[in-house]
């Protein structure tokens, strides 16, 4: 049930979307200035929900609704003011969350101070550098801090849960609209089908945790879980696919449930998938199909087909400068520039490569180190909630959007931040 107050805040949040959708340029800015009377209401909670929101605007339809890039400066001081509200403009409730908090941000800073030095050191432009990782790193940093101001107050599994479903479920008139495909992928509510797919495999990852952690609703989330998967098919998303795949067994594995329980369900269904697979007709070819991604110049499949270049591009970039990189982000050059642009743009395709690329060895290893450390603050045996963090890596091993605080990225931020902070933490 929801109660009165809540039924509120939806409504807002309702009108807040609904405005920016159909307004066009005035309804970006009218979005805007109620976020800011949104904020004003509920401060650190209405800070960390209107950044959730963003991300949600960022990768609307732009077939059919005004794309809020249009606007880009204005958003990008409207992100990095939200942030520096939350960082800045509360101080810790308790010391059991600054303790947990400051240790990472600790590895953040070391992060931070090597790429300002690498980017300066090896970028072929040095200031874009700096600028997309502090996007990143300013960002990343703000969620982790609303998360842990708010968590006590929000059930923000919960709330994710919901603002997500409803992108889902909006997806499904696109279905007969020419602007809701691709060619022959469906993209839905979003923007393109591999973001439609990724949106998916994190509503998933919500459905699992809530479906093994709550009693009620389950054979609805069961239902959503079934639909969830055949729009991942339709919008052609390989990485969104194997990473839900994977997302279920883990949540299996992770459960509460009888062992015996967990390995029949589990063999039911690697065996109903090695059915669909290797059985003959459409359903197996269409199947391999969307699975290899068939080079149509050839009568043969690869797995990394459609990412060949871009894999390629990423190991020279590594092979050139191992240690240290290329720099965050920017793309090597035959010359050094100090100027700003939001022209240069790189589309990696693989968090692991993209990295490597970016920083270099010592830059990675400070990033797994980073990451390592909020895993490690709230690590537990047998702990569904590291669905959150692992289904945030496994989206950017094909679509690297763990960079993109300026489309979706935030979302995977607050996955981590749900992690790292949690309801059962309450004492």
């Given at each position: 049930m929801i109660c009165k107050k809540e039924a509120k805040e939806y409504f807002q949040i309702v009108c807040l979307l609904g405005i920016s959708l159909i307004g066009g340029k005035i309804g970006i800015l009218a979005f805007y200035i109620l976020c800011l009377f949104f904020i004003y209401r509920y401060r650190a909670v209405g800070a960390t929900k209107v950044l959730m929101l963003l991300a949600y605007r960022s990768i609307v339809n732009d077939a059919v609704f005004y794309t809020i890039s249009g606007m880009q400066s204005i958003?990008?001081?409207?992100?990095?003011?939200?942030?520096?509200?939350?960082?800045?403009?509360?101080?810790m409730p308790r010391k059991k969350e600054y303790i947990k908090l400051?240790?990472?941000?600790?590895?953040?800073?070391?992060?931070?101070?090597?790429?300002?030095?690498?980017?300066?050191?090896?970028?072929?432009?040095?200031?874009?550098?700096?600028?997309?990782?502090?996007?990143?790193?300013?960002?990343?940093?703000?969620?982790l801090k609303g998360m842990a101001m708010t968590y006590y107050r929000v059930d923000w599994i919960k709330w994710l849960e919901k603002l997500l479903a409803s992108m889902v479920i909006l997806s499904i008139p696109f279905y007969g609209m020419s602007a809701g495909w691709l060619g022959d992928l469906f993209k839905g509510f979003t923007n393109q089908p591999n973001m439609f797919g990724i949106v998916i495999v994190l509503f998933i990852t919500l459905l699992v945790i809530n479906l093994f952690q709550l009693k009620q609703g389950r054979y609805i989330r069961i239902a959503m879980i079934i639909l969830s998967f055949v729009l991942i098919f339709l919008s052609g998303s390989r990485t969104g696919f194997i990473s839900a795949v994977v997302i279920v067994i883990l949540g299996i594995f992770f459960s509460k449930m009888r062992t015996f329980n967990k390995l029949a369900i589990l063999i039911t269904l690697l065996g109903m998938s090695y059915f669909v697979i290797s059985a003959n007709g459409s359903i197996g070819e269409y199947f391999s199909e969307f699975i290899y991604k068939y080079d149509a110049s050839s009568t043969t499949g690869s797995l990394l087909y459609s990412r060949e270049s871009q894999i390629e591009e990423l190991v020279n970039n590594f092979s050139s400068s191992p240690i240290f990189g290329i720099g965050f982000a920017t793309p090597k050059l035959e010359f050094v520039s100090y100027t700003f642009s939001y022209t240069f743009f790189m589309e990696p395709g693989n968090l692991v490569l993209a990295i490597l690329s970016y920083s270099g060895i010592i830059g990675t290893a400070l990033f797994v180190v980073m990451l390592l450390s909020i895993v490690l603050s709230n690590y537990k045996p047998n702990n569904v909630l590291v669905l959150l963090p692992i289904a945030t890596i496994m989206v950017s091993m094909g679509e690297m959007v763990f960079f993109s605080s300026n489309s979706m990225a935030i979302w995977l931020y607050a996955f981590w931040g749900i992690y790292m902070f949690n309801r059962t933490d309450i004492v």
């Open positions: 958003k990008w001081i409207v992100m990095f003011g939200i942030s520096a509200y939350i960082l800045f403009g509360f101080n400051s240790k990472v941000y600790i590895w953040m800073g070391l992060f931070t101070l090597y790429i300002i030095v690498d980017s300066f050191l090896v970028s072929s432009l040095p200031i874009i550098s700096i600028f997309k990782f502090f996007s990143y790193i300013f960002v990343f940093a703000a969620i």
